[in-house]
């Protein structure tokens, strides 16, 4: 099981990015994938989810409206489209994918410390 995250980037407040999900080793359309983010000195906390099994989604409330989460079949691939970026969503990103979750509808109380396969980080600065 393999997943690797990139896209992030410097970007300025109201800016956007998108950020990718490559996958590998399992079949991405049974499972779910998580987005999560780290800012320095602070705990890993759940942004969204995408629930290929059903195409449910999750967001955590302070991104509602701004992020959006895709997926595309024939690359095995999950999508983080971030619009609107502030200040506060700097951090570093990461995806992941736990083969026990069935639903973006769980990801809400779902603790990152659950979740068994994780791509490396990738940096989203939003600064001016």
């Known amino acids: 099981v393999q997943l690797q995250a990139s896209g992030g980037g410097l970007v300025q407040p109201g800016g956007s990015l998108r950020l990718s999900c490559a996958t590998s080793g399992f079949a991405l359309h049974h499972y779910t994938i998580g987005w999560f983010r780290q800012a320095p000195g602070k705990e890993r906390e759940g942004v969204s989810c995408f629930s290929s099994s059903d195409g449910s989604t999750y967001y955590k409330d302070s991104v509602k409206g701004r992020f959006t989460v895709s997926r595309d079949n024939a690359k095995n691939t999950v999508y983080l489209q971030m619009n609107n970026l502030k200040p506060e969503d700097t951090a570093v990103y990461y995806c992941?994918?736990?083969?026990?979750?069935?639903?973006?509808?769980?990801?809400?109380?779902?603790?990152?410390?659950?979740?068994?396969?994780w791509g490396q980080g990738t940096l989203v600065t939003v600064s001016s």
């Open positions: 992941a994918t736990d083969f026990e979750i069935r639903g973006a509808r769980y990801c809400d109380n779902y603790h990152y410390t659950r979740w068994d396969y």
